[in-house]
């Protein structure tokens, strides 16, 4: 018998591989999960969700947006389709395309101003994958 | 030729099911001819896809633009090259892809003459052929390439352009090779289950296989990395993007699969075990598919929705029941022959090393999946972002490279510790020298630090070992070391074509840790004549030019590049604009060595170019994970190549005497 000893050492090393993962998945999730909301949902919940980590998508109002290259800073309102808006800030660089009607999908937290800060920035090409005919569109 | 085409594809059905009925009668009545016959009609099926591929291809080659799906991804005025790769540019093509390979493979199995498998191959063929029948029905139904457009398109919508780069041609095809052949060790599994066969003669059947198989789907994942650094242009080269995940995860539990198998060869254990990682991994295989070719998840590189979803997933379900099911059936026949006798063995670091990787797996899978499974159960979208995946992958990974390096050094049953000691040794002083040296040379990061010191360790254990065999070698025959060394390694292929993928993972480790660790970043917007300054490297901004690129228009920039005051040369990223694409692709400029890569993104201008905003990236040691690749495939293809005179004898005679199938040479 390769005595008992051995085999509760080898339980063990089993266990606290197994414990590690459920341990650093469970606190990984609670971290770095975020949830999608409507823009409707966000100003009805308001205060509640407030600094938590969302996604959220709306169409790019385009008279609202402000570009400062010199602080690299994107300020924009998105809009659904009852015409609700939120007001998102971006400190980074503006995507192609971003323009009015524009599907853009973001991720980042919602500041007490109201104000949407995202840390991520993505605008939806109708185009971009399975491609759809679409007028020509040509240079810069 | 759509026509051509698509009649071969409906034909290669009956082909299928003919093949089947053959295959299934042919073993109820041990009847030879019919085998035969099956294996005649599985040739004919191989043909069969082949006219139809053909077929697809001359379509885009022609530009026949009354045929949608190459109206949808190609034009006239694309070039040749793009032409020939547009034909997986979508979910039909990539599908056909998909067949035309798994057809092969599946003569490939009819046509297995090893004595061992003589029982099993009319078995494995049947499930070959099953799912052969599968993705058949899809392209001829629900899938079709060859589907016609009325009125045929003047000209085509084009390729996208973030398709449009070398790396595109190769990087689906390999990761396809990668999916399908995975079919042929589940097929060979399946055969055994059947047969109530509990030995080790499937798993040595498939062994070519699947490493075969292994090395095609690392090149594709390295390769779609790669294309994401060059080609994507945000700086990065993974984003844990569910597609990418997609192909991560068959690659995990197959890395753990022909790891444990060896256990099974060598000592009879984890049967029950082996089983379930091949249909674990297949049936990830057909996950990955389903994720990358039906819009399941809103994805970079998925296309499309499309009903095929849920036949896939019908599918996945139909091998997953029946696998396990015969799995249970043979559960009593499943039982090791042997105990785990030490946690200090060869068999217990492989089981850690399993639980390693099936543990990423496990990990990665459910972020993947999660997002599906919350919104329709809860109602609620939750999606989990990269800091999860790296949280679970960056420790399990610096216990897989230490597993590594301990491994293949600890003796099978029982180690003890005195051979710990010398194995060891020196690899432990090395490495801690190395992180203390590290460490005062100003690399403070904790993780990064321990992640190096692993990868010197692991590296000075293999080197060491090597080293130790030629020396042993050299004692005998008195050879000189290079000759010496020559002869030890192409005489233990497969272990020595081990290490040097072991090294190769090393080397891609050090790449993983410059890039998560020492990456910086630096967004401005100048005018022309201003400057921007990255590490020790100066960029000036000479003013936005304008250029036409066949039918493309290019905006781009000169920018000036000195390093430490040195000039290095000009560096010209560009914006394209696409006449059939509403989005310009960014195309980025690259100046990169083995320390380094200086990566310039021209992101957006005002009006007129003044100002121009730039994101520049210094990328340290990046360029490792590139090199790894071809380490990974020398070492691979070393591993996989015959032992000559062996496969010979095994061909002719049975059972040659070990010394004399070492001889010749």
Redesign the interface.
């Not at chain 2, 105990?339 to 946690?343: I, L, M, N, P, R």
């Given at each position: 018998m390769?005595g008992s000893n051995?085999?509760i050492?080898?339980a063990a090393?089993?266990l606290i591989?197994?414990g590690?993962?459920a341990y650093?998945?469970v606190?990984?999730?609670s971290?770095?999960?975020?949830?999608?909301v409507t823009i409707a949902q966000m100003r009805e919940k308001g205060d509640t969700i407030v600094g938590k980590?969302l996604?959220v998508s709306g169409k790019i109002v385009g008279q609202s947006v402000k570009?400062d290259?010199?602080k690299?800073r994107l300020n924009f309102e998105i809009r659904d389709d009852k015409g609700q808006t939120i007001p998102v800030v971006y400190n980074?660089?503006?995507p192609?395309?971003f323009e009015d009607g524009k599907e853009a999908l973001m991720?980042g937290r919602l500041g007490p101003d109201g104000v949407f800060t995202a840390q991520s920035l993505l605008v939806k090409?109708p185009?971009?994958?399975?491609?759809?005919?679409?007028d020509?569109?040509?240079?810069? | 030729m759509a026509d051509i085409g698509y009649i071969s594809l409906v034909l290669g059905i009956f082909v299928a099911l003919y093949a089947l009925a053959a295959a299934i009668l042919g073993i109820r009545n041990r009847d030879n001819r019919l085998l035969g016959s099956a294996r005649g009609a599985v040739v004919a099926l191989a043909f069969l896809t082949t006219v139809a591929s053909v077929a697809l291809f001359y379509l885009f080659w022609v530009s026949d633009f009354s045929v949608r799906y190459v109206a949808?991804?190609s034009s006239r005025g694309l070039p040749a090259l793009y032409k020939i790769s547009a034909f997986w540019a979508?979910?039909p093509g990539s599908l056909l892809l998909w067949e035309w390979f798994l057809a092969f493979f599946t003569a490939g199995v009819a046509f297995t003459s090893r004595r061992e498998a003589k029982d099993m191959v009319p078995y494995a063929t049947v499930v070959m052929l099953m799912v052969n029948l599968f993705f058949l029905v899809i392209l001829s139904f629900f899938s079709n390439p060859f589907a016609r457009l009325f009125p045929a398109a003047y000209d085509g919508?084009?390729l996208?352009p973030?398709l449009q780069n070398p790396g595109m041609i190769i990087h689906p095809i390999t990761l396809y090779v990668g999916y399908v052949g995975f079919t042929v060790p589940y097929a060979f599994a399946i055969a055994a289950l059947i047969l109530n066969r509990s030995d080790d003669a499937w798993i040595k059947l498939t062994r070519r296989w699947t490493l075969f198989t292994w090395l095609f789907l690392s090149i594709g994942i390295i390769y779609g990395a790669q294309w994401a650094y060059v080609e994507l242009g945000w700086g990065g080269y993974w984003a844990w993007d569910p597609v990418e995940n997609a192909s991560l995860l068959p690659w995990l539990t197959g890395t753990a699969f022909f790891h444990s198998v060896m256990i099974q060869e060598k000592r009879g254990m984890l049967k029950l075990w082996n089983i379930n990682l091949i249909i674990a991994t297949f049936a990830l295989s057909i996950f990955g598919t389903l994720l990358t070719r039906s819009g399941v998840l809103a994805s970079v590189?998925?296309?499309?929705d499309s009903r095929i979803g849920s036949l896939f997933i019908g599918f996945l379900a139909v091998i997953i029941v029946v696998s396990l099911a015969l799995v249970y059936r043979r559960l009593d026949t499943l039982r090791s022959e042997n105990?785990?006798?030490?946690?200090l063995s060869r068999e217990?670091s492989f089981?850690?090393n399993n639980?390693?990787l099936v543990?990423i797996a496990?990990?990665v899978f459910?972020g993947t999946v999660?997002p599906l499974i919350s919104e329709a159960v809860r109602g609620?979208?939750?999606?989990?972002?990269?800091?999860?995946?790296n949280?679970?992958t960056i420790?399990?990974g610096i216990?897989l490279m230490l597993l590594i390096g301990v491994c293949p050094l600890i003796a099978w049953r029982?180690s003890s510790v005195d051979n710990l000691r010398v194995n060891f040794l020196y690899p432990f002083v090395t490495s801690v020298v190395f992180m203390v040296a590290a460490y005062l040379l100003g690399i403070k990061h904790i993780l990064s630090l321990v992640a190096f010191a692993t990868v010197v360790f692991v590296a000075t254990t293999i080197l060491l070992e090597v080293f130790r065999g030629v020396r042993v070698r050299r004692k005998m025959t008195g050879e000189n070391p290079l000759v010496a060394l020559v002869r030890l390694t192409t005489r233990n292929r497969r272990r020595y074509g081990g290490y040097l993928v072991h090294l190769a993972m090393v080397i891609m480790v050090i790449g993983f840790t410059g890039m998560g660790a020492f990456q910086q970043e630096v967004?401005?917007?100048v005018k022309p004549g201003e400057t921007i300054t990255i590490g020790s490297y100066t960029l000036t901004y000479p003013g936005l030019y304008?250029q036409p690129q066949g039918e493309n228009?290019a905006?781009y920039t000169d920018l000036a590049v000195t390093k430490d005051g040195k000039p290095l040369g000009i560096l010209r990223p560009e914006?394209v604009?696409h006449?059939?694409?509403?989005?310009?692709s960014?195309e980025v400029a690259i100046k990169g060595g083995l320390k380094e890569d200086l990566f310039v993104i021209l992101?957006?201008w005002?009006k007129g170019g003044i100002?121009a905003?730039f994101?520049i990236l210094l990328n340290p040691l990046v360029a490792w994970i590139w090199l790894g690749e071809y380490v990974l495939i020398i070492g691979t293809l070393f591993a996989f190549w015959p032992e000559r005179s062996r496969v010979r004898q095994m061909q002719y005679k049975p059972a040659p005497a070990p010394e004399f199938a070492q001889g010749g040479r």
């Open positions: 390769a051995q085999k050492k080898l090393g089993i591989i197994l590690g993962l650093l998945m606190t990984g999730f971290s770095s999960s975020s949830y999608f980590s996604k570009w290259s010199q690299i980074g660089i503006k192609d395309n991720d090409c185009s971009k994958y399975e491609a759809e005919k679409k020509k569109n040509g240079g810069a | 949808e991804n979508g979910q919508n084009g996208n973030l590189h998925a296309f499309g105990k785990f006798q030490s946690y217990s089981l850690f639980l390693l543990g496990f990990a459910w999660f609620v979208k939750v999606t989990v972002g990269p800091p999860f995946f949280q679970i420790p399990f216990a029982k967004t401005r917007s304008e228009t905006v914006k604009y006449p059939n694409h509403e989005e310009p960014t992101a957006a005002d100002p905003t994101k």
